[in-house]
């Protein structure tokens, strides 16, 4: 079993940053497609950012310009730079690995975004 854990979240002003990192505990992060997904309170679970094996990266548009996620392999970690944040980007964020049928999920990072 893949354990993912995620790390980084926290209270942020408007307009400020947070870099949230996700840790596999095997090596899958360079054969993984890795994601950070969101979701606030009442709201579905949402995909921000996903990158392949290959290193193609896709985000949502409602962060695009903003956002950066990116792969270390030899750390095994994932990470999801954030600018320029919103009040509406305020949501509990969660990394994801998927290969074929098999994915995982990390437990969560609170980001809260407000003055």
């Known amino acids: 079993q893949v354990q993912l854990v995620e790390s980084g979240g926290g209270l942020v002003q408007p307009g400020g940053s947070l870099r949230l990192s996700c840790a596999a505990s095997?090596?899958?992060?360079?054969?993984?497609?890795m994601g950070w997904y969101r979701q606030a309170p009442g709201n579905e679970r949402e995909l921000v950012a996903a990158?392949?094996?290959?290193?193609?990266?896709n985000y949502a548009d409602s962060v695009k310009g903003r956002f950066t996620i990116s792969r270390d392999n030899a750390k095994n970690t994932v990470s999801l730079q954030m600018n320029s944040l919103k009040p509406e980007d305020t949501a509990v964020y969660y990394c994801n690995a998927v290969l074929g049928k098999t994915y995982f999920w990390g437990q969560g990072t609170q980001v809260t975004v407000s003055s």
């Open positions: 990158i392949t094996s290959a290193g193609i990266t």
């Open positions: 095997t090596r899958i992060i360079g054969s993984y497609a």
